[in-house]
């Protein structure tokens, strides 16, 4: 196998080295308070000598840039994919599915690209991490960095919800706690690496992250035997969408599926960037976000150029949701599939509820949930407090 990095924007191709972030050229197109401009994504040549069917595990690493060998001894992804029969019977959808990334290491589906950017940082000596978020990613690259004996250094906004500060402390790392907003955040994180050096793992900024990212489609593949008909994926960066296209669409070029699922990207309406520019056909001035679900409240959103290629070329739809109609989701999800998820996660069961007549009762639909409902009870409670 071979792998490379290609320009999402402009195509070019770059090695695959700590110090190649975004598309050189393509960043000089960048302007203020819009997406990030020439993100990379990374190409694999070749195909896998092991079948998916035969070591499914194996045959996931063969699509990862990293040797196995590097990844820290932590048990990221290969997280149940299973049938909540109870759902299933309340929206007479009998191939309703949930993958449920809860499960991962430090409770998030951020595990997966934290996991790789580790690995990756093995691989190179680097000793530290830098990565701002809105708690998960920080939280997440704080534990699979303690697990690989990486020194990690977070910012987070300082109204992150409290779990998911603690979590990093514990996990060791090195927080600080910015005044403002993730975006901020963002920005304070890049001056940091820029200054002291170190491996930024930003989201969609270091491509490891897009790419990693990708494991949970090839998981959905292998687990189930062949690509959903619909995938429900919450978003807020346009990573994890980004990474789901990237999984399925390997799997498509290299053969092994004939067809790139319809992914819903499910946006809380305080913050609904991607679907407004879906909607529009391109990004405008950022309107300030606001929504219960923290994950995926962004102003900016870092992948947007490619979120919003990948939906029009790929017929995917945009699905937004209130806040209410998140509360009343987690709610149903947790008392009725038994799956306490945070909101941001909840927010796909609020999507398909939403969008449920527009699809056919024979179809196969998968919800992505992403993160574990104790990373935020104070959102949790909020709906019997009325
Ligand atoms: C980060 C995150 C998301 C959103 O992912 P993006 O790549 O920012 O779109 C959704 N759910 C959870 C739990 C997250 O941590």
């Given at each position: 196998m071979k792998f490379y990095y290609k320009c999402t924007e402009c195509g070019l191709t770059f090695d695959?080295?700590?110090?190649?972030?975004?598309?050189p050229a393509c960043k000089s197109a960048q302007k203020a308070n819009r997406p990030l401009r020439g993100v990379l994504e990374t190409v694999c040549e070749g195909k896998p000598e092991i079948a998916p069917e035969v070591d499914s595990l194996k045959f996931i690493h063969c699509l990862l840039?990293?040797?196995?060998?590097?990844?820290?001894?932590v048990p990221v992804g290969m997280t149940p994919l299973w049938s909540p029969e109870n759902l299933r019977k309340q929206l007479r959808l009998p191939n309703l599915y949930i993958k449920d990334d809860t499960l991962n290491p430090t409770g998030s589906l951020k595990d997966r690209a934290s996991y790789l950017v580790a690995a990756f940082a093995l691989k190179y000596k680097i000793d530290d991490i830098v990565v701002a978020s809105t708690g998960n990613a920080a939280s997440s690259m704080a534990g699979i960095g303690a697990a690989a004996g990486l020194n990690v250094k977070i910012f987070i906004?300082?109204?992150?919800?409290r779990a998911k500060m603690v979590q990093s402390l514990q996990y060791g790392a090195d927080v600080t706690l910015v005044e403002g907003t993730y975006d901020l955040a963002f920005d304070k994180s890049i001056e940091y690496t820029d200054k002291y050096g170190g491996l930024n793992r930003n989201t969609a900024y270091n491509p490891l992250t897009l790419e990693g990212k990708k494991t949970v489609a090839l998981e959905i593949f292998t687990q189930s035997g062949s690509a959903p008909d619909h995938v429900f994926v919450p978003v807020g960066d346009g990573v994890i969408l980004g990474g789901l296209y990237r999984g399925f669409i390997d799997l498509f070029e290299k053969g092994y599926t004939d067809r790139i699922p319809v992914i819903h990207s499910v946006q809380a309406e305080g913050s609904s960037a991607i679907n407004r520019a879906l909607e529009t056909g391109d990004f405008s001035d950022p309107i300030a976000s606001a929504t219960i679900a923290d994950s995926i409240s962004v102003d900016v959103p870092r992948n947007g150029y490619y979120a919003l290629n990948m939906l029009k070329k790929h017929s995917g739809r945009g699905v937004t949701v209130t806040d209410d109609e998140i509360l009343k989701a987690q709610n149903m999800l947790a008392s009725s599939a038994g799956l306490f998820a945070e909101p941001s996660s909840a927010s796909v069961l609020a999507g398909l509820l939403k969008v449920r007549?527009?699809?056919?009762?024979?179809d196969s639909v998968v919800l992505?949930?992403?993160?574990?409902?104790?990373?935020d009870i104070d959102a949790a409670m909020k709906i019997f407090e009325k």
């Amino acid at each position: 196998m071979k792998f490379y990095y290609k320009c999402t924007e402009c195509g070019l191709t770059f090695d695959i080295k700590p110090n190649v972030r975004v598309c050189p050229a393509c960043k000089s197109a960048q302007k203020a308070n819009r997406p990030l401009r020439g993100v990379l994504e990374t190409v694999c040549e070749g195909k896998p000598e092991i079948a998916p069917e035969v070591d499914s595990l194996k045959f996931i690493h063969c699509l990862l840039p990293v040797e196995r060998h590097f990844f820290p001894p932590v048990p990221v992804g290969m997280t149940p994919l299973w049938s909540p029969e109870n759902l299933r019977k309340q929206l007479r959808l009998p191939n309703l599915y949930i993958k449920d990334d809860t499960l991962n290491p430090t409770g998030s589906l951020k595990d997966r690209a934290s996991y790789l950017v580790a690995a990756f940082a093995l691989k190179y000596k680097i000793d530290d991490i830098v990565v701002a978020s809105t708690g998960n990613a920080a939280s997440s690259m704080a534990g699979i960095g303690a697990a690989a004996g990486l020194n990690v250094k977070i910012f987070i906004p300082a109204a992150a919800p409290r779990a998911k500060m603690v979590q990093s402390l514990q996990y060791g790392a090195d927080v600080t706690l910015v005044e403002g907003t993730y975006d901020l955040a963002f920005d304070k994180s890049i001056e940091y690496t820029d200054k002291y050096g170190g491996l930024n793992r930003n989201t969609a900024y270091n491509p490891l992250t897009l790419e990693g990212k990708k494991t949970v489609a090839l998981e959905i593949f292998t687990q189930s035997g062949s690509a959903p008909d619909h995938v429900f994926v919450p978003v807020g960066d346009g990573v994890i969408l980004g990474g789901l296209y990237r999984g399925f669409i390997d799997l498509f070029e290299k053969g092994y599926t004939d067809r790139i699922p319809v992914i819903h990207s499910v946006q809380a309406e305080g913050s609904s960037a991607i679907n407004r520019a879906l909607e529009t056909g391109d990004f405008s001035d950022p309107i300030a976000s606001a929504t219960i679900a923290d994950s995926i409240s962004v102003d900016v959103p870092r992948n947007g150029y490619y979120a919003l290629n990948m939906l029009k070329k790929h017929s995917g739809r945009g699905v937004t949701v209130t806040d209410d109609e998140i509360l009343k989701a987690q709610n149903m999800l947790a008392s009725s599939a038994g799956l306490f998820a945070e909101p941001s996660s909840a927010s796909v069961l609020a999507g398909l509820l939403k969008v449920r007549d527009k699809i056919n009762e024979k179809d196969s639909v998968v919800l992505v949930v992403t993160g574990n409902g104790l990373k935020d009870i104070d959102a949790a409670m909020k709906i019997f407090e009325k």
